[in-house]
C-alpha cells in the first residue's frame, strides 16, 4: 500500500555548511571532489546521492528517477565548507600533502581551495599518541573548549549566511575507551565538561558543541563520540539527526558484500584473516595498538553479526576472525587490504577464497562523507530527529537503539536506506515479494 509520510519535508533553500573536524587526506579529498563536480571537471562516482536512481512502483512502471530528483537535497552548488584541524595549513595545502589527488584536479580549483583554512582544533595528546600539532584551542576547561567551537560554529553561520549546517567527523581514530559514569547522562556530561573530566575526548567535545548548536552530526571514525547516552538524550532534547559510526570503505566494504553472500548459500567459515598495509595519517595514528584497538573492535563485529552463530552453529560457531593494519609509509593512502577466507561446502569439503583489495582510502571515502552531509539534512528537515540507523549503509559500526543489534549487510541496509526514502515521499515500499505480476 501507498504510505503517507509522517511529516512535510522543508524545502533544501538556502545555503548548507558542512562541517568538517579533522581536515587531512579524507576531508580535503572529499571538498576537492565536489569542487571539480560543481565546476563540471569530474563525476561523483561512489555517491548515491549523486548518481544513484531509486525505483518507484511496479517494474512494470519503469519509474527510477535520480535519488536527487526524487527527494530534496542540497544542490552542491548550495555547499560551502569549513572545519578544524591540528595543522594550519588551507585545504589546497593540506590535499598537496596528503598526495591523494593529481595535480588535475586540484591546479584548476586551487583559489577555491586556498581559501578554506581550519580553525585551531580541539586536541589532546594522550587520544591520539602519535600526531601532535600546534594549531589547537587552549582553554581554561573543556566546557570552555566545547563553547570555542560553538563560536566557531556560530561565526560560520553568520560570515556565510548559511541556512542549515551538518557536521561530519573526518578526523583520526582515538584511543579506545570505555564509557564512563560522565557519559551516562547529559547532566553528568557537563559537570564532566566544567570539570575537565579525562574521560571526554576531543571528539566529544566537537559532537556535544554541534548537537547543542542543533547542527546534524555524523561519526565517520570508530571512537566512542556519540554512542554514548548523553548525547542520544541531548539529540532527542534539540530534536537534532545522529549517525554513525566509522566509515565503511576498504576491506570491511568487501566483508558485507561477501559474507551475506556465503550466508545465502550456506556455505561454513572456518576463518577470516585480513591485513591492511597503509601509510596515510589514518595509518600512522593506528600504529598505535590503543587507538588501533578501537577500529579493531569496530571491525570485528562485523561477520558475527552478519553470519549469526548462534543461528547458524554448524556453519559459524568458532569461526576465527583475524584483522591487522600495518603502518608502511610508502604505501600512502593507497591501501592495500588481503584477505584469506577459509570456508566449507558440501559435507564439509574445504575450499579457500583470496582478496587483494590495492585502494584508495580516501577516494573511497570521499563520496560517503558526501552522502551523509545531504542525507543527514535531508532527515533534519523531515524532523527525523536520534539515531539515524536507515544510514547504516555507510559505517561499518553501526549505531542503532538501546538492546538492538545492528544490521550489517550492505544489501539489507541499501533497501533500508531506499525504502527510508520511499517512505518519506509516501511511495510504496519494495519488498520484492512480486506475487502481484502473477496473481
Same mark, same amino acid.
Request: aromatic share 8%.
Given at each position: 500500500m501507498t504510505l503517507k509520510p509522517a511529516v512535510d519535508i522543508r524545502?533544501?533553500?538556502?545555503?548548507?555548511?558542512?562541517?568538517?573536524?579533522?581536515?587531512?587526506?579524507?576531508?580535503?579529498?572529499f571538498i576537492a571532489g565536489v569542487l571539480n563536480v560543481r565546476n563540471g571537471l569530474a563525476k561523483p562516482i561512489g555517491s548515491l546521492t549523486q548518481m544513484g536512481t531509486i525505483r518507484l512502483g511496479k517494474r512494470t512502471e519503469n519509474r527510477s528517477p535520480l535519488i536527487r530528483d526524487f527527494v530534496?537535497?542540497?544542490?552542491?552548488?548550495?555547499?560551502?565548507?569549513?572545519?578544524?584541524?591540528?595543522?594550519?595549513?588551507?585545504?589546497?595545502?593540506?590535499?598537496?600533502?596528503?598526495?591523494?589527488?593529481?595535480?588535475?584536479?586540484?591546479?584548476?580549483?586551487?583559489?577555491?581551495?586556498?581559501?578554506?583554512?581550519?580553525?585551531?582544533?580541539v586536541f589532546e595528546n594522550s587520544w591520539v599518541?602519535?600526531?601532535?600539532?600546534?594549531?589547537?584551542? %587552549?582553554?581554561?576547561?573543556?566546557?570552555?573548549?566545547?563553547?570555542?567551537?560553538?563560536?566557531d560554529?556560530?561565526?560560520?553561520?553568520?560570515?556565510?549566511?548559511?541556512?542549515?549546517?551538518?557536521?561530519?567527523?573526518?578526523?583520526?581514530?582515538?584511543?579506545?575507551?570505555?564509557?564512563?559514569?560522565?557519559?551516562?547522562?547529559?547532566a553528568a556530561f557537563e559537570k564532566g565538561l566544567k570539570d575537565s573530566n579525562p574521560a571526554i575526548s576531543p571528539s566529544q567535545i566537537y559532537a556535544y558543541a554541534c548537537l547543542k548548536a542543533g547542527v546534524p552530526y555524523a561519526n565517520g571514525a570508530p571512537n566512542l563520540a556519540l554512542d554514548i547516552p548523553a548525547f542520544v538524550?541531548?539529540?532527542?532534547?534539540?530534536?537534532?539527526?545522529?549517525?554513525?559510526?566509522?566509515? %565503511?570503505t576498504g576491506q570491511t566494504?568487501?566483508?558485507?558484500?561477501?559474507?551475506?553472500?556465503?550466508?545465502a548459500r550456506l556455505l561454513g567459515l572456518e576463518g577470516w584473516y585480513s591485513t591492511n598495509i597503509l601509510g596515510n595519517r589514518d595509518g600512522e595514528v593506528l600504529d598505535d595498538p590503543d587507538s588501533f584497538r578501537s577500529k579493531e573492535v569496530s571491525k570485528l563485529g562485523v561477520l558475527e553479526h552478519i553470519l549469526q552463530p548462534h543461528l547458524y552453529p554448524d556453519l559459524y560457531q568458532g569461526f576465527h576472525h583475524v584483522v591487522r593494519i600495518n603502518y608502511y609509509p610508502p604505501r600512502g593512502d593507497n591501501k592495500e587490504g588481503w584477505d584469506n577466507i577459509d570456508i566449507r561446502g558440501w559435507l564439509g569439503y574445504p575450499?579457500?577464497? %583470496?582478496?587483494?583489495?590495492?585502494?584508495?582510502?580516501?577516494?573511497?571515502?570521499?563520496?560517503?562523507?558526501?552522502?551523509l552531509a545531504l542525507f543527514m539534512d535531508l532527515a533534519q528537515r523531515a524532523g527525523m530527529h536520534g539515531i539515524q540507523e536507515w544510514l547504516s549503509?555507510?559505517?561499518?559500526?553501526?549505531?542503532?537503539?538501546?538492546?538492538?543489534?545492528?544490521e550489517h549487510d550492505l544489501f539489507i541496509q541499501h533497501v533500508k536506506l531506499k525504502n527510508t526514502l520511499r517512505y518519506l515521499k509516501g511511495e510504496e515500499l519494495i519488498t520484492h515479494l512480486g506475487r502481484e505480476y502473477y496473481d
Open positions: 524545502p533544501a533553500r538556502g545555503k548548507l555548511g558542512i562541517l568538517l573536524p579533522g581536515m587531512g587526506a579524507v576531508a580535503t579529498t530534496s537535497l542540497a544542490a552542491l552548488s548550495d555547499v560551502c565548507f569549513g572545519g578544524w584541524d591540528i595543522f594550519p595549513d588551507d585545504a589546497y595545502t593540506a590535499a598537496r600533502k596528503a598526495g591523494v589527488l593529481a595535480a588535475e584536479h586540484l591546479e584548476p580549483i586551487k583559489d577555491e581551495l586556498s581559501a578554506i583554512r581550519p580553525w585551531p582544533a599518541k602519535r600526531l601532535s600539532g600546534e594549531h589547537v584551542k %587552549k582553554g581554561t576547561s573543556k566546557a570552555d573548549l566545547a563553547a570555542q567551537v560553538g563560536q560554529i556560530a561565526n560560520f553561520k553568520r560570515d556565510q549566511g548559511l541556512a542549515r549546517m551538518v557536521a561530519i567527523w573526518c578526523g583520526s581514530t582515538e584511543v579506545y575507551p570505555t564509557p564512563a559514569a560522565v557519559h551516562a547522562t547529559l538524550e541531548l539529540a532527542k532534547k534539540n530534536q537534532v539527526p545522529i549517525a554513525g559510526k566509522d566509515f %565503511k566494504l568487501m566483508k558485507t558484500i561477501l559474507a551475506p553472500g556465503l550466508k575450499m579457500q577464497i %583470496k582478496i587483494d583489495f590495492p585502494c584508495r582510502d580516501s577516494i573511497l571515502a570521499a563520496p560517503l562523507v558526501l552522502d549503509f555507510y559505517f561499518k559500526s553501526p549505531m542503532t537503539a538501546e538492546g538492538l543489534y545492528p
